[in-house]
């Protein structure tokens, strides 16, 4: 026997003979159920995307402890005698000891260390304003929490800047091993350090360490080197120089002459890290 518009009623399922009866609504989830799922969902999804960046975070201030402990380790090769062959214009200007800006500009590849790009069939190197971008995964002076990109100019010192966008500099040097305060005529004045491998008694001296790029070039100042604030009446008392960057969790990295590499929240205070040295002036 049909039922009503051909539907034989044994075929409908008793469920569903019960709502056709009274009518009811097929179950669903309410306002509030929704509401609750999607607020657990979106918790869950909140602590998976802190644990990432905790996880991110943590293989960058790794990466960047490592890169760190590189130029370490060049520098004590780069400040023996006998251990390096060449130290480019430190070799060729009469005087004894080293730059530390040669040093610098061996690991960026610029100036007399310079070395032409692979591939590099049309590029000029007798153009000052040849380019070459770095890899950031093969540069020691890119931190991997900063800025990733840099590019180098052939022909130019690094302090010409050869190095740019200034503010994509994210590693820089000790500015005390460059140049100390000296006072000359009453006052005070920058003169150009040369390094020896006397240098190595000081290993507790930061070497290299996190700079804030846009902040140097914010205040006019380059930011291949940085020193915080010494006496009152020292040169780097002003501060404009002290150019941090506490990119890894709210910590500077930092690597010292002695090879090793440390982490600090509060690195002008941070005891055993002994900014005050400078080397004599030759």
Not at 7 to 12: C, E, F, G, T
Not at 45 to 70: D, E, H, P, W, Y
Not at 157 to 166: G, H, I, R, W
Request: proline share 7%; net charge positive; glycine share 8%.
């Amino acid at each position: 026997m049909r039922f009503n518009q051909g539907i034989r009623w044994p075929d409908v399922r008793p469920m569903a003979r019960w709502r056709w009866r009274t009518g009811a609504a097929e179950p669903g989830f309410t306002l509030i159920e929704l509401i609750v799922v999607v607020g657990i969902i979106a918790l869950m999804l909140g602590i998976v995307a802190a644990s990432m960046a905790r996880v991110r975070n943590s293989a960058q201030g790794f990466v960047c402890k490592n890169k760190l402990k590189t130029i370490a380790f060049e520098f004590i090769q780069f400040a023996d005698d006998n251990a390096h062959p060449w130290r480019g214009d430190s070799d060729q200007d009469g005087w004894p000891g080293f730059r530390i800006e040669d040093f610098q500009e061996r690991l960026y590849g610029i100036d007399e260390f310079w070395k032409a790009p692979s591939g590099a069939s049309q590029f000029s190197f007798g153009s000052p304003t040849a380019v070459a971008d770095y890899k950031p995964e093969d540069q020691a002076m890119i931190c991997p929490s900063g800025p990733q990109v840099l590019s180098r100019h052939a022909l130019l010192p690094c302090q010409a800047e050869a190095v740019k966008p200034l503010e994509n500099v994210s590693v820089g040097f000790n500015m005390r091993l460059a140049w100390s305060a000296v006072e000359v005529g009453g006052r005070q004045i920058l003169r150009e350090v040369r390094l020896s491998k006397r240098i190595m008694n000081h290993p507790s001296v930061p070497l290299a360490f996190d700079v804030d790029g846009a902040l140097a070039k914010e205040r006019g100042v380059l930011p291949y080197y940085s020193a915080p604030p010494g006496p009152a009446d020292d040169k780097y008392a002003s501060g404009m120089f002290w150019n941090p960057a506490l990119r890894h969790a709210g910590a500077l990295n930092a690597a010292f002459i002695g090879g090793q590499v440390l982490s600090s929240s509060r690195p002008q205070t941070q005891g055993g890290w002994d900014w005050k040295y400078q080397h004599p002036v030759q």
